[in-house]
């Protein structure tokens, strides 16, 4: 099968994950910015972290006939101090132009603190002056609900945001139904431990369907797994769902949402 890894951190994967996952089928790799496993001390650091995701990771997967994308920002867990975000934010723009950065995120919140939700709304600002797409982090379990709906009532209240070029990421049961229908697109992250297994996305999606989502394994620094996606999509054929549609899940609701940015070039 094909698929599009649509939110994967490869910087803290080796280099056997890329190769697994182009023999799984994966065609195309995009890399939201993340947190590094600490906190950040200076601009300085971001700086350096940008240049990684739009130079050397593309060239790192390349090497294995994946083509790389990324998006940038500074991470909610690195929110709360507002005048060091203040300056990541700046430095930004210098990167945007970058062949493969396909927008802003992953931007959210962590702990729904009122440093962050202002944060945010300064990304949301970025992405419309610079007409970039955004892709969203909502928070964990116990903040989730509070926090997605904070997020949606920010984008609402922006009269520029349009939700078709919005992706909010790690819904829930108790979420994804706020998140489409305000009409934004839903992106379910697979996890072994947290956040989502196969089979509840599989619920999912036959109680919801296969419109403005996607399945992403995020394969971070924590306990996660870089070919979640194709066991997600076996799952669904043990199901007796149909290949077509499956194909049309993992590989064209990315290239679509995706697609709306004139850097993405979806693989044949």
Known sequence: MRFIEPHAHMVSR???????????????????????GFDRTSVDGFFDYFRQLTDYEAKRAAKYGLAHYCWLCINPKESEDVKLAGEVIDIIPQFLDRPGVLGIGEIGLNKNSRNELAVFEKHVDLAMRHEQLILIHTPHLEDKLKGTKLIVDALKADSRVN???????????????MVLDAGFWAGMTLYPESKCTAARAADMIEQYGNQRLWMN??????????????????????????????????FGNPARFLGQSKKFHAPA
């Open 14 to 36: 080796t280099t056997d994950d890329y190769v697994a996952m182009a023999t799984a089928g994966c065609q195309a790799v995009c890399e939201p910015a993340f947190w590094a």
């Open 217 to 250: 394994s995020a394969c971070d620094w924590g306990v996660s797994v870089p070919l979640a996606v194709p066991r997600a999509a076996l799952e669904l054929r043990q199901r007796g769902h149909d290949a077509k549609k499956i194909d049309a899940l993992i």
């Open 163 to 177: 939700p078709d070029r919005v992706v909010i990421d790690h819904v829930e049961e108790h979420t994804i139904e």
